[in-house]
């Protein structure tokens, strides 16, 4: 069998192979691909449905959203090109992959990163602690039983959702935690659903989300929202526009946040309808962050294209960087979104260098998912909310604990040095 070399492809640069090429090189040999009335169509590697390429001498385009994004060929358009050319009738080429390239890999703090990652359990507890004790509790009842205290409620839930275990399991852990003097009284695990379930935690969490993340601000100027589904354990049947057929699967609890673009810090979370849209959660983000936060940047998707929000972002001194849609024009001349539209159209490689930051909210979601889960196990509206605000508390937390090894951030939530908690005192590293 004959080997394709990267250099085939064709490139502009004519040198060594880049990531794209990699793909194309991939779908190449391993999809089928299928020309049909002039289109080639080209398998997705993520398995959703096909794009439609058309290959011609100075205009080839595709139907991805990496062509729309670049204007220039994609791995799709790559890889009809290397079918177009090679013979129909042989199979598939072999890939040398001592040319293909690896990804950059980002410089590693192992020694900081080692103590933060075994410590953490401890240092989340100490920091969790720090910050319920902003709470503002209720007068308590003249009569009847003594409930619990909104600060108990609070570091429980969060407590189990780090935990990740089942309310039974989770019963020793807060027996621990009453022990170090975090509780103020004994909690049965299983009561902690209870509390989930209780309407007043949702503002309450979602205040001390915002409070979580003050400890860098001083570090993060770049902002990237999105928004993303925690599925439950109920089943829905939807109609899919795009690929015109009904659906069925999980529902999903969906969280809209925006992130500090260093760190992964989320310094604002909105959950509404399973459904609503992304743009307009797009104010509400960005106006919390601005609260406490010196926004000069913010990349978004397409979702989040709009004048009003263009203009938010400028009004605060900073720039929103959404690119446009295939049928977005110029406007009005003079405006902002004329200012943008050219700056996208005429220096797109450098309008992308500030895009592509943007990365770094998916980046947030999925250390979340991959560290408290992608589900949540509560089976009422209030709680899977509660439940999807606690994973993200959490991922705060644990993102100041890597910030305080790592870069030496000391994290106190009032804006002000504080007294280490006499529990367990953190300690700079070293």
Request: aromatic share 10%; proline share 5%; glycine share 6%.
């Amino acid at each position: 069998m004959d080997t394709i070399h990267p250099l085939q492809l064709g490139t502009d640069s004519g040198c060594n192979v880049d990531l794209r090429e990699a793909k194309a090189l991939e779908i190449a040999a391993r999809c089928r691909l299928i020309f049909d009335k002039g289109v080639w169509l080209v398998p997705s590697q993520s398995g959703n449905g096909v794009y439609r390429v058309t290959l011609s001498s100075g205009n080839s385009t595709c139907t991805c959203e990496d062509f729309a994004l670049r204007a220039e060929s994609c791995k799709h358009i790559l890889a009809a090109r290397l079918v177009q050319e090679r013979d129909h009738g042989g199979k598939a080429p072999v890939i040398d992959t001592d040319v293909l390239p690896k990804k950059k890999s980002s410089k590693q703090d192992w020694p900081a990163y080692d103590e933060a990652q075994t410590t953490e359990k401890h240092r989340f507890q100490v920091l969790l602690y720090d910050l319920v004790q902003g709470i503002e509790e209720p007068p308590a009842p003249k009569v009847g039983r003594r409930p619990h205290s909104l600060r108990d409620m609070v570091f429980a839930c969060a407590f189990k959702v780090y935990s990740t275990f089942s309310s039974r399991r989770f019963h020793c852990d807060l027996q621990d935690a009453h022990t170090r003097g975090y509780l103020s009284r004994l909690i049965p695990g299983r009561k902690v659903n209870a509390f989930l379930e209780n309407e007043a935690l949702t503002p309450i969490l979602k205040a001390l989300i915002v409070r979580s993340a003050l400890p860098l601000k001083a570090v993060e100027t770049a902002f990237a929202p999105d928004s993303s589904g925690f599925s439950t354990s109920r089943h829905v049947r939807w109609f899919d526009e795009k690929y015109g057929a009904y659906k069925s699967g999980r529902d999903w609890v969906k969280a809209h946040a925006i992130f500090g673009t260093k760190t992964n810090i989320a310094t604002a979370v909105e959950i509404a309808d399973r459904d609503a849209a992304d743009c307009p959660m797009f104010k509400p983000l960005v106006e919390t962050t601005a609260q406490n936060f010196t926004v000069e940047k913010v990349p978004a998707d397409k979702a989040y294209l709009s004048v009003a929000n263009l203009e938010l972002v400028a009004g605060m001194g900073g720039t929103a960087f959404v690119p446009f849609k295939i049928n977005s024009t110029a406007g009005e001349a003079g405006s902002l979104w004329e200012k943008m539209y050219h700056y996208y159209q005429y220096r797109r490689e450098e309008f992308l260098l500030h895009y592509h930051q943007r990365s770094n909210a998916e980046s947030g979601f999925s250390m979340i998912k991959a560290k408290f889960r992608d589900e949540v196990r509560s089976k009422t509206d209030t709680a899977m909310k509660n439940e999807v605000l606690c994973m993200i508390l959490c991922h705060n937390l644990c993102v100041c604990i890597a910030a305080w090894y790592e870069m030496g951030i000391e994290p106190t939530f009032d804006g002000e040095q504080s007294e280490e908690p006499a529990v367990l005192p953190m300690r700079r590293p070293g």
